[in-house]
């Protein structure tokens, strides 16, 4: 498989594609061989006291329904649009990271899809899950839970709350506000990785929460024969 | 959604158990210029062997069963493309010269019975789990014990990994080398931005 475009010679650099007020309001280190870093320590604790085990299984036989994965990101050369699946992202916050990844790169709609539900479509889970994080305004939060089969990468990025952007209407996001939090749904199997910022997770257990500070690159990518389940709470801090 | 039955009878044949602990340490640090070896696939681009997981008429039936798991639960040339170079017997010869005898010292490896080779990895594609039938070396050497090494070719970064048995390796330097041992399953992937330089390094333990 040749490739249409050249290796860049010079080291690409997620950084600069970073929006501005993320990296004043969230400063982070941008080494990635940094060793004496702290991005370990957003780790918070392991939530026991709900059937993660239930919602993973109740997960998997939703995207049984219709087997087909929602999200999946590529760029349009004909029109220079960042896709991610039918939106055209290209006004939002997302665009320039997504342009490292897709355009003149290998990442494509080929090998990063995920399957997604989201909010009301937790169905009775949606009420349960809403109150597990109360510093979040209710009125102004998003769930979402991400299947990724194996053979699926989720690229390296820093987040922007795309999608609570589009949901919440609003034209642009005040991140001094926004928070988003992660639990892995099943427990860590062959060839699942993420990495947040220099920390690379190993042997997590369904109910491990994450504080995703935004600023901190991550990602993460499935080279196993489980799908990885993980659900994020997006939202505004009260 | 995933019918993964056979790849996980596969991998309980083949005794794969996250629950036991695989101890895993760094072997040594080769001292090496990423540079020239990142050069070097660009000056012989067009002679890379481009491959992705499929069943091949070469490959053993072990290999090749792993092959079809893969194939049956997503993995294909969108996702597992990798270029190489070392099979042709120059290339080999010159990776070796690369490499050079003193760190085939620290390795101790038998630099005259070695494979080398030169993996190149773009971003969003993946080695899936699998292990090794050293197909490559066997061809070549007859030799049925050889020790296979991982090399990392650039300093580690973002979305670089990979996974032996139940670990996680990650953070590397250039020249930081690993024992896979035989029959022990592992991945790696390239979820971030910049190209994923490895050596494999197979040969006879001195």
Redesign the interface.
């Known amino acids: 498989?040749k490739?249409k475009h050249k290796?860049p010679e010079q080291?690409?650099d997620?950084r600069s594609a970073v929006p501005g007020e993320i990296l004043e309001q969230y400063p982070w280190h941008w080494d990635?061989?940094k060793?004496d870093h702290d991005d370990a320590s957003y780790f918070m604790h392991n939530i026991k006291d709900f059937d993660w085990k239930a919602l993973g299984d109740w997960a998997?036989r939703k995207?049984?329904e219709h087997?087909t994965p929602q999200k999946y990101w590529w760029y349009d050369e004909q029109n220079d649009a960042v896709m991610h699946a039918n939106d055209n992202v290209n006004n939002m916050p997302i665009r320039e990271q997504a342009l490292?990844?897709l355009k003149n790169?290998?990442?494509?709609e080929?090998?990063?899809q995920y399957?997604k539900i989201a909010n009301e479509e937790f169905g009775e889970y949606y009420k349960p899950l809403k109150k597990m994080f109360p510093n979040l305004r209710e009125d102004k939060m998003g769930i979402s839970l991400f299947?990724q089969?194996?053979?699926?990468?989720?690229?390296?990025h820093t987040d922007t709350y795309s999608s609570f952007i589009r949901r919440t209407d609003q034209s642009k996001a005040d991140y001094s506000v926004l928070r988003r939090y992660m639990v892995f749904v099943r427990d860590w199997?062959?060839?699942h990785?993420f990495?947040y910022g220099?920390h690379?997770?190993?042997?997590w257990q369904a109910g491990d929460l994450w504080d995703l500070k935004p600023g901190i690159?991550h990602?993460?990518?499935?080279?196993?024969?489980?799908?990885k389940i993980t659900i994020h709470w997006s939202g505004e801090i009260r | 959604m995933l019918d993964n039955q056979y790849f996980k009878k596969y991998l309980a044949d083949h005794g794969a158990d996250l629950s036991k602990h695989l101890d895993v340490g760094k072997l040594c640090t080769l001292e090496i210029d990423p540079n020239t070896f990142e050069a070097f696939a660009e000056m012989h681009r067009d002679e890379a062997v481009v491959k992705s997981w499929h069943p091949r008429p070469f490959l053993s039936a072990m290999g090749n069963e792993q092959a079809i798991n893969a194939n049956w639960i997503g993995y294909n040339k969108h996702n597992t493309t990798e270029s190489n170079w070392g099979l042709d017997p120059a290339h080999n010869k010159e990776l070796i010269d690369m490499i050079g005898s003193h760190n085939f010292k620290t390795m101790g490896i038998d630099p005259a019975r070695t494979l080398v080779r030169l993996l190149e990895y773009m971003p969003g594609h993946c080695l899936p789990l699998h292990s090794d039938g050293l197909e490559g070396f066997k061809k070549l050497y007859r030799d049925t014990q050889p020790t296979r090494l991982f090399v990392a070719v650039s300093d580690w970064d973002w979305g670089h990994v990979l996974q032996l048995h139940d670990n996680v390796i990650s953070n590397w330097s250039s020249g930081d080398t690993y024992v896979i041992p035989p029959n022990v399953f592992h991945a790696s992937a390239n979820f971030g931005i910049a190209p994923k330089y490895t050596l494999t390094i197979t040969g006879v333990r001195q």
């Open positions: 498989m490739l290796i080291r690409l997620p990635p061989m060793k998997i995207c049984n087997l490292l990844a790169n290998t990442h494509n080929h090998n990063s399957f299947v089969p194996p053979g699926h990468t989720i690229w390296s199997d062959f060839g990785f990495h220099n690379c997770f190993n042997q690159y990602g993460s990518a499935n080279a196993g024969i489980n799908p």
